[in-house]
């Protein structure tokens, strides 16, 4: 146990000479306890599966923002950048967003 307010998972990213490889842990824990060691938190979104997506926090609020970023590629094809700031600005202004307690590196 750690008195440091910082905890969470671990989700890296690498992009080089254009290529990306992006990896995280398979952990899912409730305060100290393992409730799962095999979670599968990098998944291939987009209508042909070509953007990489990781999640880091709450289970809920990440299969939220997931849905709601697939939503917004479909939205915008072929444009990841302008789908990753529009749902940013959803985020920053609906009422139920603003709490999501989620990161989600993007390539």
Same mark, same amino acid.
């Given at each position: 146990?750690?008195?440091? =307010?910082?905890?969470?998972?671990?989700?890296?990213?690498?992009?080089?000479?254009?290529?990306?490889?992006?990896?995280? &842990?398979?952990?899912?824990?409730?305060?100290?306890?393992?409730?799962?060691?095999?979670? /599968?938190?990098? @998944?291939?979104?987009?209508?042909?599966? #070509?953007?990489?997506?990781?999640?880091?926090?709450?289970?809920? &609020?990440?299969?939220?923002?997931?849905?709601?970023?697939?939503?917004?590629?479909?939205?915008?094809?072929?444009?990841? =950048?302008?789908?990753? /700031?529009?749902?940013?600005? #959803?985020? @920053?202004? &609906?009422?139920?967003?603003? #709490?999501?307690?989620?990161?989600?590196?993007?390539?």
């Amino acid at each position: 146990y750690s008195s440091s =307010p910082w905890h969470g998972t671990t989700i890296l990213c690498v992009r080089k000479d254009g290529k990306v490889v992006m990896a995280g &842990d398979g952990q899912v824990s409730q305060g100290a306890s393992i409730v799962k060691g095999t979670a /599968v938190k990098v @998944r291939r979104i987009g209508i042909e599966n #070509d953007v990489l997506v990781g999640f880091a926090g709450s289970v809920a &609020d990440a299969l939220t923002l997931r849905e709601r970023l697939e939503k917004k590629i479909e939205e915008y094809p072929g444009q990841l =950048p302008r789908a990753c /700031v529009e749902l940013a600005k #959803d985020w @920053r202004s &609906d009422k139920y967003m603003k #709490d999501l307690e989620v990161s989600c590196p993007t390539a």
